[in-house]
C-alpha cells in the first residue's frame, strides 16, 4: 500500500517536529474532565480486565463511542503507566499523518508546494495543536477520514480505479467507525456524493468508480460490524440505546449537556456558530481565509472548486445543522481551508485584507483576555506574571498577523511561531489553572498510594472522570458512588471504609451517624472548574463505624 511519492525532506522534517512538539506538550496539564479521563480509564480497563470487546469505566458498561480510541490510550498506558502522556501519546502521531495525508492530497490536486504548505497549515492550526496533544477521539478521526480522502480524491484526478487506492479509502472509513461509528462515513459519503452529482462526467470516474467505492464501503462497515455485532449483544443492546441512540441521534437532535441553544430560539442563535469557531482554530492562518475562499471561487478550475467544495460542505453543514454544538465538533472542515489557503498563498505574495488581519488580532486577543482575567482572578493565590506572560504571548501573535505578511515563504517562520507561542502558553499560563482549577490527580494519587486495594471506596457530590483515572483501582474495585442523602445508611451498613467527600459531606455524615470515626487522609481545595470555578475542599477520609 503506498501513499505516493517519497517522503520529502521537508515532509520529514516538519512532521518530526510537529510530533515532538505535541509530545512535548501532553505531561503539562492534568487530564481536562470529562472526555479525556472517561476515554483514558475505558482503555486502560479493556486492557486490565483483557476484554477488548466491550467498553468499560469505573467497572460499568461505557456505551459511548467504539473502541479504537480506548484500545490505543489503553495500549500506551501498557507501555508508559496510566499518566497523561500514556492518555495522549498516540494523538501526536496521528495529527502527524493526518497532517501528512492532506498534504498529499493537496500535492495530488495540485503540485507539491501547495502540499507543503497545507501539511503546515493543518498541523499548526491552533486547533490541531489542542487536539493533537489531548487524549480525545479526534486525532484518530481525522487520521482515517484524511486517509480516504485523499484515496478518494486520487481515484477521482486519475478517472480510473487502483486496489490500492481503493484498500486506502475503506481502510479509512473503517478508521472513522471504530472511533465514532457513523460519524466519519456520513462525511466522506457526502463528499462522494457532492463529487459525483456536480462534477462532470468527463472530470471522474464512471458509475464503474461510484460502485467499486460503494463495496469499499460496505468492506468497511463489516469491518467494524464484526466488533460491534457481539460487543452490542455482550452490553444487552446498550451500544445501540446509548452509542447510537443518545450519543449520535441524540446529540444531532437536541442539545446535550448544555452544548447548545435551547428552543428554536437557541437552535437558531447558534447556527452560525462554526463560523467564528473555525476563524478562532485556524489562527494564525485565519487571516488568508476570506481571499482565500474567494479565490477557490474566482481563480481555480471547475474540478478543483468542486472538489473542495464537497470536501467541505458536508462537515460544516452537517454539524452546522445537528442541535449539540461543541468546537472540536468541527475539526474536518479545517482540512480544505488548509488547502485553499495554500493555493492562495502560492498564487502570489499577497498581503492579506487589513479587515482580516484585525479579525485575526481580535481573536488572539480574545485568549490574551482569557489568561489576563485569570490572572486578576487568581492574584491572591499565584504569581500573576506567568498567566500575564502567557496572554502576552497570544496578544504578541495577533499583532504580528497584524502587521505582518502571509506567503509561501514565511509559513515555516509563521508555523514555529504558532507552535513556539503554545508552548509558552502551555507552560507559562495552563500549568498555574491546572493547579488552581483542580482536584482530582491530587486526590485520586493518595487515593492509589494510601488506601488499600481491595478496600471500599466511595464518593458523593465530587467525583469526576479524572479521580477514576488517577486513583487507578483494580478491576472490581471501582469507587463507589452515591447520593449525599444516602451516605448515613450506606456507612452504616459498611462498618469501615474510605471516601471522597466535600466538607458538606462530612457535616452532613456525622450528623446522620454521630458515632461515626473519620480520620483525614488528605484535602484539596481548588477553584473547581466543573462547578463553575466555586471554591471547594475535598477531603480523603477513612471511617469507621461500631459493629451493630
Excluded at 481536562?32 to 466491550?54: C, K, Q, V
Excluded at 466488533?227 to 443492546?237: T, V, Y
Aim: net charge positive; aromatic share 12%.
Amino acid at each position: 500500500m503506498k501513499l505516493g511519492r517519497a517522503m520529502s525532506r521537508y515532509e520529514a522534517i516538519f512532521l518530526t517536529a510537529l510530533v515532538v512538539a505535541l509530545w512535548s506538550l501532553m505531561p503539562i496539564t492534568q487530564m481536562w474532565d470529562w472526555d479525556e479521563p472517561l476515554y483514558a480509564r475505558t482503555g486502560i480497563e479493556m486492557f486490565l480486565s483483557g476484554n477488548l470487546l466491550l467498553p468499560r469505566f469505573n467497572d460499568e458498561i461505557f456505551a459511548h463511542k467504539p473502541p479504537l480510541g480506548y484500545w490505543l490510550m489503553g495500549l500506551s498506558a501498557q507501555v508508559f503507566g496510566p499518566s497523561e502522556f500514556a492518555a495522549r501519546f498516540f494523538s501526536a502521531p496521528l495529527m502527524g499523518f493526518a497532517a501528512f495525508m492532506v498534504g498529499r492530497t493537496a500535492r495530488a490536486m495540485f503540485d507539491q508546494k501547495v502540499g507543503d504548505i497545507a501539511m503546515t497549515i493543518i498541523g499548526t492550526a491552533l486547533m490541531s495543536v489542542y487536539l493533537g496533544a489531548a487524549a480525545m477521539m479526534d486525532a484518530p478521526l481525522m487520521a482515517g477520514y484524511a486517509l480516504s480522502v485523499w484515496a478518494f480524491i486520487k481515484i477521482v484526478l486519475a478517472k480510473k480505479l487502483r486496489l490500492d487506492w481503493l484498500v486506502c479509502f475503506s481502510f479509512g472509513l473503517l478508521v472513522t467507525l471504530l472511533v465514532k461509528g457513523p460519524v466519519g462515513p456520513a462525511l466522506i459519503g457526502g463528499m462522494v456524493l457532492g463529487v459525483f452529482a456536480f462534477l462532470p462526467k468527463q472530470d471522474r470516474p464512471g458509475w464503474t468508480g461510484f460502485w467499486a467505492l460503494t463495496v469499499a464501503g460496505l468492506v468497511a462497515l463489516a469491518g467494524f460490524l464484526a466488533w460491534f455485532l457481539p460487543a452490542n449483544a455482550a452490553s444487552e443492546g446498550a451500544l445501540i440505546r446509548e452509542g447510537l441512540g443518545v450519543h449520535v441521534i441524540g446529540r444531532a437532535l437536541a442539545p446535550m449537556e448544555g452544548h447548545g441553544g435551547q428552543g428554536l430560539a437557541g437552535y437558531l442563535m447558534f447556527l452560525p456558530l462554526y463560523i467564528p469557531v473555525i476563524f478562532l482554530g485556524m489562527l494564525p492562518w485565519a487571516a488568508a481565509l476570506p481571499q482565500s475562499i474567494g479565490h477557490v471561487f474566482t481563480a481555480l478550475e471547475r474540478r478543483e472548486r468542486i472538489l473542495l467544495l464537497a470536501w467541505f460542505l458536508p462537515t460544516f453543514l452537517a454539524f452546522s445543522i445537528a442541535a449539540t454544538k461543541l468546537p472540536h465538533y468541527i475539526f474536518p472542515a479545517l482540512a480544505p481551508l488548509s488547502v485553499a489557503i495554500a493555493v492562495w498563498l502560492n498564487h502570489a505574495n499577497l498581503r492579506p485584507h487589513f479587515a482580516a488581519r484585525l479579525a485575526t488580532l481580535l481573536g488572539y486577543m480574545l485568549f490574551a483576555i482569557v489568561f489576563g482575567t485569570t490572572a486578576f482572578g487568581f492574584a491572591q493565590a499565584v504569581a500573576p506574571w506567568k498567566i500575564l506572560a502567557a496572554g502576552l504571548l497570544f496578544a504578541a501573535m495577533g499583532l504580528a498577523a497584524l502587521r505582518g505578511t502571509l506567503s509561501a515563504k514565511l509559513v515555516p517562520l509563521w508555523a514555529v511561531a504558532s507552535l513556539a507561542m503554545m508552548q509558552g502558553v502551555y507552560w507559562l499560563g495552563l500549568t498555574e489553572v491546572d493547579r488552581l482549577t483542580k482536584l482530582s490527580r491530587s486526590i485520586g494519587q493518595q487515593i492509589a498510594a494510601q488506601v488499600p486495594q481491595d478496600a471500599l471506596v466511595i464518593y458523593a457530590s465530587y467525583g469526576e472522570p479524572s479521580l477514576i483515572f488517577y486513583a487507578n483501582r483494580p478491576l472490581g474495585k471501582g469507587l463507589v458512588r452515591l447520593k449525599p442523602d444516602a451516605l448515613g445508611a450506606f456507612v452504616q451498613a459498611n462498618p469501615k471504609g474510605y471516601a471522597v467527600l466535600t466538607a458538606q459531606n462530612i457535616d452532613s455524615l456525622r450528623t446522620a451517624v454521630p458515632t461515626i470515626t473519620l480520620r483525614t487522609l488528605h484535602e484539596a481545595t481548588a477553584y473547581n472548574v466543573n462547578q463553575n470555578g466555586r471554591l471547594q475542599t475535598v477531603v480523603l477520609l477513612e471511617w469507621q463505624t461500631p459493629a451493630p
